[in-house]
């Protein structure tokens, strides 16, 4: 039988800092660590981060946890983000040497400003919230492993630096906006006795962000002599203020659902009902 030592399997039975193993076979005994590849076009650092609510690349199909994290969000620090014009929430692109992915943004003061943290994992669709999946394979989608690459690996040990791949990040427009908007309401129509059912077009003619399903947007009257702003009338001519309805359909046009009692259109002399819609994230 063979006797048990105690300790470690190294010559000296203890953490060893120094490797006189290493050494012996030509290699430093030490660590080193000669710091991300620099690159003009990739300034920034990526590093990455498990999503506490799931289990590493499982579970995003699970509702109940979904709703809590819809999307993969990337961390960047407040100078890097006010650099690239990118507020919290904005849809971004992050580019490394050979792909880019598109993830969701949050502007953190924590992290080093030439340090950006994404998450990993991210795949898996979400049918009962209507969330979609991503090809894992393809570019321009939400996985984060396409990113990294083995130009710089650990002669010893062969892995590559999941956590400092050069990067950089820009914002992709998506059509949202802050504050008010002017919309045309194209169309009216009672989906049923309490429901009216709007189709929406934006006055400036922009786009619209992808639709989610869950978003809400504000109507309210533009400002016009004889009607107070932010107030809807209701088929008995009650006033109401403003308040949140649910968003429909994925389309160069929004369509809304009124819930309640289905208010009064009050039309200009061009046939035109211009009300306006608040922030649509």
Same mark, same amino acid.
């Given at each position: 039988?063979?006797?048990?030592?105690?300790?470690?399997?190294?010559?000296?039975?203890?953490?060893?800092?120094?490797?006189?193993?290493?050494?012996?076979?030509?290699?430093?005994?030490?660590?080193?660590?000669?710091?991300?590849?620099? %690159?003009?076009?990739?300034?920034?650092?990526?590093?990455?981060?498990?999503?506490?609510?799931?289990?590493?690349?499982?579970?995003?199909?699970?509702?109940?946890?979904?709703?809590?994290?819809?999307?993969?969000?990337?961390?960047?620090?407040?100078?890097?983000?006010?650099?690239?014009?990118?507020?919290?929430?904005?849809?971004?692109?992050?580019?490394?040497?050979?792909?880019?992915?598109?993830?969701?943004?949050?502007?953190?003061?924590?992290?080093?400003? %030439?340090?950006?943290?994404?998450?990993?994992?991210?795949?898996?669709?979400?049918?009962?919230?209507?969330?979609?999946?991503?090809?894992?394979?393809?570019?321009?989608?939400?996985?984060?492993?396409?990113?990294?690459?083995?130009?710089?690996?650990?002669?010893?040990?062969?892995?590559?630096?999941?956590?400092?791949?050069?990067?950089?990040?820009?914002?992709?427009?998506?059509?949202?906006?802050?504050?008010?908007?002017?919309?045309?309401?194209?169309?009216?129509?009672?989906?049923?006795?309490?429901?009216?059912?709007?189709?929406?077009?934006?006055?400036?003619?922009?786009?619209?962000?992808?639709?989610?399903?869950?978003?809400?947007?504000?109507?309210?009257?533009?400002?016009?002599?004889?009607?107070?702003?932010?107030?809807?009338? %209701?088929?008995?001519?009650?006033?109401?203020?403003?308040?949140?309805?649910?968003?429909?359909?994925?389309?160069?046009?929004?369509?809304?659902?009124?819930?309640?009692?289905?208010?009064?259109?009050?039309?200009?002399?061009?046939?035109?009902?211009?009300?306006?819609?608040?922030?649509?994230?």
């Amino acid at each position: 039988m063979f006797a048990r030592r105690a300790g470690f399997a190294t010559p000296t039975g203890r953490v060893e800092l120094y490797s006189q193993r290493l050494f012996d076979h030509g290699y430093s005994p030490l660590p080193e660590s000669a710091g991300p590849p620099t %690159d003009p076009d990739l300034p920034l650092t990526l590093s990455c981060a498990k999503n506490g609510y799931f289990c590493h690349s499982q579970h995003r199909g699970l509702s109940s946890l979904r709703k809590r994290s819809p999307e993969p969000l990337v961390d960047i620090g407040e100078r890097a983000a006010a650099d690239r014009d990118i507020a919290d929430g904005a849809l971004v692109e992050i580019t490394a040497r050979n792909a880019a992915v598109r993830m969701r943004v949050r502007v953190d003061p924590g992290p080093h400003p %030439d340090t950006v943290v994404a998450e990993y994992g991210w795949w898996q669709s979400a049918p009962d919230l209507a969330l979609p999946g991503s090809d894992p394979l393809a570019g321009g989608e939400q996985n984060y492993n396409l990113l990294i690459d083995n130009t710089s690996h650990d002669p010893i040990s062969g892995s590559v630096p999941l956590r400092s791949t050069p990067c950089d990040v820009r914002r992709i427009p998506t059509g949202t906006w802050s504050g008010p908007r002017e919309f045309v309401v194209e169309s009216a129509g009672d989906v049923t006795e309490d429901i009216r059912e709007l189709l929406l077009r934006p006055a400036d003619g922009g786009p619209l962000p992808e639709f989610r399903p869950g978003r809400h947007i504000t109507p309210r009257r533009s400002r016009r002599p004889g009607h107070h702003p932010g107030v809807l009338a %209701d088929r008995r001519g009650t006033e109401r203020r403003s308040r949140n309805v649910s968003a429909c359909g994925p389309t160069d046009r929004r369509r809304c659902v009124l819930p309640g009692r289905a208010p009064r259109l009050d039309r200009r002399a061009d046939g035109t009902w211009r009300p306006e819609v608040r922030h649509l994230r």
